[in-house]
């Protein structure tokens, strides 16, 4: 009897839109929490996105990638997807509404390409609560040198409607993302 044991890297595949798309590397994983094509699929609130590098790219098409939730008075309400851990200090503007111990935050490794990804919402707040009905902004900010202020990386912002309504918003553009697409159901 022949066991082959293999490791790997528990983030490495986040929510990679494109199977043969590389993810993982360097970086790091980040734990679990991971979600497959499905699972991203049955969630209430589901966004695709295209990084691009940004202007002083130093290790570029590799980055990290924060994507995070407030609500209508700007406050953070939850962290959907990170692809970041030591070197997530370097994605400053989630790192000032998130806080460096932010901890509810699903994980994966540094990004190696530019590819698609999808995250997704399960509509609940730090807490573990259901948010209320309400506007909502999606924040998405992608680091790919060493930054120490928010304007050295790309940052987009998008809103969604959580309601009785289902939404969708395809081929959005902003800060850096292309192809971004919203899909909400109730």
């Given at each position: 009897?022949?066991?082959?044991?293999?490791?790997?890297?528990?983030?490495?595949?986040?929510?990679?839109?494109?199977?043969?798309?590389?993810?993982?590397?360097?970086?790091?994983?980040?734990?679990?929490?991971?979600?497959?094509?499905?699972?991203?699929?049955?969630?209430?609130?589901?966004?695709?996105?295209?990084?691009?590098?940004?202007?002083?790219?130093?290790?570029?098409?590799?980055?990290?990638?924060?994507?995070?939730?407030?609500?209508?008075?700007?406050?953070?309400?939850?962290?959907?997807?990170?692809?970041?851990?030591?070197?997530?200090?370097?994605?400053?503007?989630?790192?000032?509404a998130a806080g460096l111990a932010d901890v509810d935050a699903v994980t994966g490794a540094t990004l190696l390409t530019h590819a698609p990804i999808t995250v997704s919402w399960d509509l609940k707040d730090r807490e573990n609560t259901i948010v209320p009905d309400g506007t909502y902004t999606i924040r998405m900010e992608v680091a790919d040198l060493n930054s120490t202020t928010p304007a050295e990386n790309n940052q987009g912002t998008f809103t969604f409607v959580k309601g009785a309504q289902p939404e969708m918003q395809t081929g959005l553009t902003n800060g850096g993302f292309t192809n971004v697409s919203i899909q909400f159901a109730p």
């Open positions: 009897m022949l066991l082959v044991l293999a490791a790997c890297d528990v983030g490495s595949v986040l929510d990679q839109a494109a199977p043969d798309a590389a993810g993982g590397g360097g970086g790091g994983g980040g734990g679990g929490g991971n979600q497959d094509a499905a699972t991203v699929g049955a969630q209430p609130l589901s966004i695709t996105l295209t990084s691009a590098p940004s202007a002083g790219a130093v290790y570029a098409p590799s980055h990290v990638l924060a994507v995070w939730i407030q609500n209508q008075a700007g406050t953070f309400v939850k962290t959907i997807g990170r692809h970041a851990d030591i070197r997530r200090q370097h994605l400053v503007a989630w790192t000032q």
